[in-house]
């Protein structure tokens, strides 16, 4: 039994050896070496080995360049479910780099590095369904994925998802986070915000909000700070 332990030790530090030199081969421009010792781990069906080997192609490094052989290494990867090479795959087919544009590709592979946690695919798949690309335009899913990206950290999702919230309704959701934009700056999130606040006759929370707005340029806003002192009155 302490046999086999100790030799399984020895082949997990033999297989990330392997990477580990492929990895600085890569960094040393060694791309030749590089894409051997890729190719020996990806054809084992390491994923890592799989993305790196599909880069190589895609860009000709250490080989002849080849997009049916990096599409081929990529979508290995992602069928294992690698949610990076999902991502890659998918943005691939909605911009038509390396691989012909298609948008239904596009939002099948999004879909799944986005059910996955990738926040990034996240926000790309929201766009997809507020546009209607690949997919039937679905402002709730729009919603649902910005949301989701939003609170992974993602910095577009969060400045766009208050907005959007708004559009569906949902306005526990949109105060929360057109108050975080406020706060960090955005002009035209303290306009909105100080909106739904007059709307509610909240106006000792829309007050300071318009005024933020009005220093920023916010113009609308001026409008806004009489229609709301109006309704106060």
């Known amino acids: 039994m302490k046999i086999?332990?100790?030799?399984?030790?020895?082949?997990?530090?033999?297989?990330a050896s392997s990477l580990e030199q492929a990895l600085a081969a890569f960094k040393a421009k060694s791309y030749t070496e590089a894409f051997a010792l890729y190719q020996e781990e990806a054809v084992k069906g390491n994923v890592e080995a799989q993305n790196a080997l599909s880069y190589l192609y895609f860009n000709?490094?250490?080989?002849?360049t080849d997009t049916e052989k990096g599409k081929e290494w990529l979508t290995k990867a992602a069928l294992q479910a690698d949610p990076s090479a999902q991502f890659?795959?998918?943005i691939m087919y909605l911009f038509g780099e390396n691989l012909e544009q298609n948008y239904t590709e596009a939002a099948f592979w999004l879909?799944?590095?986005?059910?996955?946690g990738h926040s990034q695919a996240q926000y790309n798949l929201a766009l997809m369904y507020y546009q209607g690309d690949g997919v039937d335009q679905n402002i709730t899913k729009t919603a649902k994925y910005l949301e989701i990206s939003a609170k992974n950290g993602n910095k577009k999702a969060q400045r766009l998802v208050g907005r959007i919230l708004?559009?569906?309704?949902?306005?526990d959701g949109?105060?929360?986070?057109?108050?975080?934009?406020?706060?960090?700056?955005?002009?035209e999130a303290s306009y909105l915000l100080a909106e739904v606040y007059c709307s509610n006759q909240q106006y000792d929370k829309a007050?300071?909000?318009i005024d933020a707005a009005i220093t920023s340029g916010e113009d609308k806003a001026k409008q806004l700070k009489l229609?709301?002192?109006?309704?106060?009155l």
């Open 88 to 90: 890659d795959l998918g």
């Open 207 to 209: 007050a300071p909000l």
């Open 174 to 187: 949109a105060i929360h986070w057109l108050q975080i934009n406020a706060d960090n700056g955005d002009s």
């Open 227 to 232: 229609t709301c002192k109006a309704e106060e």
């Open 60 to 64: 000709g490094l250490g080989t002849d």
């Open 111 to 116: 879909e799944r590095a986005a059910d996955l």
């Open 4 to 15: 086999l332990f100790l030799l399984q030790l020895v082949l997990v530090s033999l297989f």
């Open 166 to 171: 708004l559009q569906t309704l949902e306005m």
